[in-house]
């Protein structure tokens, strides 16, 4: 069986592919804790009357959502990142006169 290692640009592409995906797996997430938080919401707006509220669960979901958030500017941070390390890499050397 054969060793192979990925290319320069094949890791790169892989990586991005990657946080990529994860980024696009936390934004599901957020809108999922978003949406449980609405119904929850919307919940207590009808008959108070007849609505016994055993738990509240919203301050759960907030505190998840704020964590993806940071999570998901976490990612979006490290691809930027890696883009702009890439772009430095690529961009030509300029010679500063009298140096």
Do not use: W
Not at 10 to 39: K, N
Not at 51 to 80: F, M, R, W
């Amino acid at each position: 069986m054969q060793n192979v290692t990925p290319s320069g640009e094949e890791s790169f592409g892989a990586i991005v592919s990657d946080l990529i995906s994860l980024v696009a797996h936390v934004q599901a997430s957020i809108h999922l804790i978003e949406g449980a938080i609405a119904r929850e919401t919307s919940l207590g707006d009808g008959d108070a009357g007849n609505v016994i509220v055993l738990d509240d669960v919203t301050p759960q979901y907030l505190k998840a959502g704020h964590a993806l958030h940071a999570c998901s500017a976490n990612l979006e941070t490290a691809l930027n990142s890696l883009f702009e390390t890439r772009a430095a890499a690529h961009r030509p050397l300029r010679l500063v006169a009298g140096r």
